[in-house]
């Protein structure tokens, strides 16, 4: 079957050479087999906004990850085991073709934690080029009175320079 690779940022990979697989997803697109596959849908697409074109993903060491957590079934706590204080980055992916200004935020975790940028603000404000990528670095720390084993909602928020929202990025944490 003959394909046609992407990288995660929809960009096409140059055909007739091998691809190499790495840590970052790749996509491979083949043409559908007409005799299998259902007939495409008849009302067009949606058009994406300008803010559903930005899309935030929190990471994590990987040390923070919770062990025996892969397959659904082990007991909670379930989220990202933190220390006191855990450096993370929130990526600010821009699948537009226009470069744009997000400002990104964490929404309030509550009981003790708090999230930083790595200045100490709130909230940062960066550009994102077109079809590009933008790591922000923050900190979140637990105060003494925050129950271990704890699952809370971590939530980050960003908006553009319109003042539109762009869809969070959440997951769970816990003090271990």
């Known amino acids: 079957m003959r394909g046609t690779a992407y990288d995660m940022m ?11 697989a790495s840590r970052d997803p790749l996509y491979v697109v083949a043409p559908a087999n007409p005799a299998t596959s259902p007939p495409p849908a008849s009302r067009p697409r949606a058009r994406l906004s300008p803010a559903e074109h930005i899309v935030l993903a929190q990471r994590f060491s990987a ?23 855990t450096r993370m980055t929130v990526d600010v992916y821009n699948f537009g073709d226009i470069a744009r200004h997000v400002t990104v935020a964490a929404q309030p975790v509550g009981d003790g934690w708090t999230v930083r940028t790595d200045q100490g603000r709130e909230a940062t404000r960066i550009r994102v080029p077109a079809g590009g990528r933008i790591g922000v670095k923050f900190t979140v720390r637990a105060e ?32 271990k």
């Open 63 to 85: 040390r923070d990850a919770a062990p025996g957590k892969d397959d659904g079934d082990a007991p909670p706590p379930h989220g990202y085991r933190l220390g006191r204080r």
């Open 10 to 20: 929809g960009r096409r990979l140059p055909t007739g050479r091998p691809v190499t």
């Open 144 to 175: 003494r009175s925050v129950s271990r084993r704890t699952d809370r909602r971590l939530a980050f928020g960003a908006t553009l320079d319109d003042h539109t929202d762009v869809p969070a990025s959440v997951a769970l944490i816990h003090l």
